[in-house]
Every structure is written in C-alpha cells, then in structure tokens.
C-alpha cells in the first residue's frame, strides 16, 4: 500500500528502502546533534496539528517532543469528550475543520473505521499516520527499526521475532513489512487465535522456547483486550502460561540478543516483572530513538533539514 498523497507517510513504503536508511541517518544526526547540546531548528515557524481520536501517550508525546526540539509548534487535539464530537461532529469534519486552519503538516491518531485514506487523498496538507486503527503504524515501525539497526548495524539476515497479539497489532504489521523490505527475516509467536493477519506472509512458530532460541531480537506485543470480541475462545490464562516471557525463558534467549515492546505492556501477560531488570531490554531506548526518527520524518515530509 502506498499513499496517492506523494507528502503523507500513510505506510512504510510511502519511503522507499533507500528514502528509509537515509532517514535513519539523519535520525542519527539529530541525536547527535542533541545530545551535544546545540540546537535543532528546522522546523522553526512550522504549524503541526496533532489530531488523535485514539488513546496514546508514547506516540503523541514522542511527536511533541519531536516537533518542538526542532523549533515546530503543535496545536493538539486529543480530548473528544471536550471537543463537538462529543456533539456528534464525525472525525472526518474535524479534520476538515483544522484542515481550514492551514497547519504545515497533521499528524492523526485514528480508528480503523475513521476514514484516513481519503481525507490524505483530499487534503492538499501532508499527514502522517500515527496509529490507524489495527491497519498500521510506520513510525512505531522505523523507530523500532532504527532501535535494531543501531545495536545490530546489519539488518539483512537478522531474526525478529513477534510474540502476542499478530491479529490485532498495527505495531506488527507495519514492522514486519519494513523488517522484511530491509532483508531481515521475521518470524512470529501466537496462540492460534491471535496469529492471523491476513496481509502478512510468515511463519508461526509453536513452541514458545523455540522460538525464543531462535531470535535475536525479542519483540513483545500488547494482548488487546480491548479488540477481542467476547465470544473467542482466547484464555489471559493461557496466554500467561504459554506465552509470558518468564525468568525460566529468559535462560532460552541468547546473551547478545535484545528485548523490545512497543509499549504499554501488560506487566504479567506479555512480559513477567523479571523482564524490567533484564540488560537486553531495549524498551526504553525505543522510546528515546522515537524522537529522532519523527524528528527526522517531518523534516522530510515537510522538505526541511539543516
Ligand atoms: N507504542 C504506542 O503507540 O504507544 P501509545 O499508544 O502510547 O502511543
């Protein structure tokens, strides 16, 4: 899926695999770049409209910090019970409505049914998706990229593996399709019940352990509750014990290789506490390199750079 609006960054291949490593090099530029101290500015002047009718912290705040670390001013919308959809304005009029407001750039947060496709198709503003529904989330995906890449360097031939929710998960979808445009190869681990994804083409592993051997980097999915439907047969229990990340599994992951979640966990589901204090876990540096990467992706979007 590529977007008809050549400015919005709606999938991972709205960039191409060339577009995506130049990407992760001024990431790496910007990170420098602020952790010597100096300023970033070039998205001084620029209006962002931050536009999330979904629940978010890491994505929204990481867009912010992003934004206004390089000189950009964001106008969000995040609160529909204080906003006229509460009224009864659909998303679509919302959006119409900041649209009218001429930002340089919208980043939205929206349900699968909310109709993101056609308004990047209509507006003449770019946008970039920041979570759609269950479809896809590009830029989880290439901070989580870049997060590997940073610690591994070669991504061609490297083993990712997923564990959780793959039916539900946007986080999953758009990883394993940057993951395996980049030469990478990806495997996953699920209940049967959570391991379809009908526009994804990997294999499922059954045993936990093996699994667990066979990775170099762990990467734990959120169990979404809140999108199962009640009748499935799908067991927290279950789950737990065939599937938790465990201190007795953490023996079966290999020393050099890394643990990330794209957040929030479930303490006790995907992960088991002992995971926190674990020297491969990476999670924390996911959230950090989010930053860089947006920083770097609105730069491009909006055709700016230092
Ligand atoms: N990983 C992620 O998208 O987290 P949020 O839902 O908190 O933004």
């Keep these: 899926m590529t977007s008809k609006n050549k400015r919005s960054y709606l999938w991972v291949d709205d960039l191409s695999t060339d577009e995506t490593l130049a990407l992760f090099a001024r990431a790496e530029q910007i990170k420098k770049t602020l952790h010597s101290g100096q300023p970033v500015n070039t998205l001084g002047g620029k209006q962002i409209s931050v536009l999330f009718s979904e629940a978010s912290t890491r994505t929204k705040m990481s867009f912010q910090m992003a934004a206004q670390r390089l000189g950009g001013q964001c106008l969000v919308f995040d609160n529909i019970n204080t906003s006229s959809m509460i009224k009864g304005e659909t998303f679509e009029d919302t959006f119409w409505t900041l649209n009218a407001m001429r930002p340089d750039l919208f980043i939205i947060r929206c349900r699968d049914s909310e109709p993101l496709e056609k308004i990047a198709d209509q507006s003449s503003i770019p946008i970039i998706n920041a979570g759609f529904g269950s479809k896809g989330h590009p830029t989880q995906a290439l901070l989580d990229v870049f997060t590997m890449k940073n ?86 229990e279950q789950f737990i014990n065939d599937f938790s990340l465990s201190h007795h599994k953490l023996n079966s992951l290999a020393k050099d290789a890394v643990i990330m979640h794209p957040g929030p966990v479930n303490w006790g589901v995907e992960f088991q506490d002992c995971v926190r204090a674990d020297n491969r876990l990476q999670m924390w540096k996911q959230k950090e390199n989010g930053v860089y990467v947006r920083s770097a992706l609105m730069e491009k979007i909006l055709g700016v750079s230092q």
């Design 151 to 236: 610690h591994f360097t070669e991504l061609a031939g490297l083993r990712v593996l997923y564990v959780g929710d793959i039916a539900h998960s946007r986080v999953a979808h758009s990883g394993i399709m940057l993951l395996q445009a980049l030469g990478a190869e990806v495997k996953v681990c699920a209940p049967e019940v959570l391991s379809k994804n009908a526009s994804l083409e990997v294999e499922n592993f059954s045993s936990h352990v093996e699994a667990i051997r066979w990775a170099q980097v762990y990467v734990g999915l959120r169990v979404q509750f809140e999108r199962h439907e009640s009748n499935n047969n799908f067991l927290k």
